[in-house]
């Protein structure tokens, strides 16, 4: 079991930045896969950007290139999210996510809200 906890969402103004944390408890292994998820009102949920625990490569949404950063601590096992040049349609609920198919394992965080004015 995996238990995953985001913090860090809130309102910003279009341009400000904002730092979403993720800290992940339970069985953790050196090959799991971390991610950021987000969905926004009547959208399907879309990944954001993903790490692996083991080399930190990362991937990111065409969407968010350029303006989001994803970075893990193995030691504290946390993923975060800096997210830069917010834009409105940056708007959703971001979720932190773990997996690993080898095991079977895919767990997600509650969720936390981010919302940007224009």
């Known amino acids: 079991q995996v238990q995953l906890v985001e913090s860090g969402g809130g309102l910003v103004q279009a341009g400000g930045s904002l730092r979403l944390s993720c800290v992940a408890s339970?069985?953790?292994?050196?090959?799991?896969?971390m991610a950021w998820y987000r969905q926004a009102p009547g959208k399907q949920r879309e990944l954001v950007a993903s790490i692996t625990r083991a080399g930190g490569s990362s991937n990111y949404a065409d969407s968010v290139k350029g303006r989001f950063t994803i970075s893990r601590d193995n030691v504290k096992n946390t993923v975060d999210l800096q997210m830069n040049s917010l834009k409105p349609e940056d708007t959703a609920v971001y979720l932190c996510?773990?997996?690993?198919?080898?095991?079977?394992?895919?767990?997600w965080g509650q969720g936390t809200q981010v919302t940007v004015s224009s």
């Open positions: 339970g069985t953790i292994f050196s090959s799991d896969v």
């Open positions: 996510n773990l997996q690993n198919p080898v095991y079977g394992k895919n767990y």
